[in-house]
């Protein structure tokens, strides 16, 4: 009983705190990784990205299973799964985000007072930092780690219906991996207690999936006659974390540009000429894709995450 109470007075005064600062939820906080939302999204050239801003501003947090459209996935998905031990050396993060405000505090500061702060911890994982709150589309999958003394425990969960759950979990001493899939809009928010000891909260708050929009670029053309580079140009060799493919049914022989510079024609130097041309950039950032046969040329300035993956489909149908 006495966990119990200390569980939800942590609770419900988090619930307050979040309250207080409702109307900041929308801000990026500084040193926030800003990636384009989930990796495997198909584009066609000219669409937006499939989720809204905010949410991209956390991709690092999350991920999208294949084929699953904003928790059509529920009756697959299990909500928490239980906690298994987590191996985390040499993968620990740069940078630590504290509370709802994202105080940024670097992993090598934090390390010489976290004795003070209590054994148990509780964190959103993300690929280069942990945090303790996130913003992620409906149907995302994410990965708390619960960093604990150990011993039989509860995670306590309120959902965005404001129902309270009690999950009794064994946990190992050390670092716990717990998978954790969110399906319904609104605010989640977790902790954990172990011995009567409760760790921090968590807070994620879930926003509606945005599928993407095919749409047509404008017959804006600053390259004159969709100029492309002469055969016996060399390819600017791309290299990056971020995979893009392009693809095309009615093309062929077409070249790619991205930032200016020519990075290969589809179905040379040992590419099949089959519409398909793959290469890499750089994540976490903006580049500008350009894609020509010399007749129909597309363009178009997108953002790609970090360690994405990104397909375009273009086709004829708009003159250069």
């Not at 996130?134 to 965005?160: K, T």
Request: hydrophobic share 35%.
């Amino acid at each position: 009983m006495k966990t119990t109470l200390i569980a939800i007075i942590f609770i419900i005064s988090l619930m307050g705190c979040a309250a207080a600062v409702d109307g900041q939820m929308g801000k990026q906080p500084s040193g926030a990784i800003d990636n384009s939302f989930g990796s495997g999204t198909n584009q066609p050239f000219g669409g937006h990205d499939s989720s809204n801003a905010t949410t991209a501003k956390y991709a690092q947090y999350f991920t999208m299973p294949q084929g699953n459209q904003g928790g059509q996935n529920k009756a697959t998905s299990k909500h928490i799964e239980a906690p298994t031990r987590r191996d985390i050396k040499g993968t620990f993060p740069t940078t630590l985000y504290f509370g709802i405000g994202m105080q940024s505090v670097p992993y090598s500061q934090y390390k010489t007072y976290a004795p003070i702060t209590g054994s148990n911890s509780l964190w959103i994982q993300g690929t280069t930092s942990w945090s303790q709150y996130a913003q992620v589309p409906q149907g995302s999958s994410l990965s708390l780690l619960a960093s604990s003394s150990g011993g039989n425990g509860y995670l306590y969960e309120i959902d965005p219906n404001g129902i309270l759950t009690k999950n009794a979990f064994a946990f190992f001493a050390g670092y716990n991996q717990i998978p954790l899939y969110v399906d319904t809009v609104g605010e989640y928010i977790l902790l954990f207690v172990i011995n009567g000891q409760a760790s921090n909260s968590v807070v994620i708050d879930v926003a509606p999936y945005i599928p993407p929009q095919p749409q047509m670029l404008p017959s804006h053309n600053p390259y004159q006659h969709g100029a492309m580079s002469p055969a016996n140009s060399v390819p600017t060799l791309m290299s990056g974390d971020s995979i893009v493919t392009i693809v095309s049914k009615g093309m062929r022989g077409y070249q790619v540009f991205v930032d200016g510079n020519y990075v290969g024609t589809e179905g040379t130097g040992g590419d099949l000429l089959d519409g398909t041309f793959s290469f890499q950039v750089m994540g976490n950032q903006n580049h500008e894709i350009r894609v020509t046969d010399g007749r129909f040329n597309y363009q178009k300035t997108m953002f790609f995450d970090r360690g994405g993956k990104k397909t375009i489909y273009v086709e004829p149908g708009m003159a250069a």
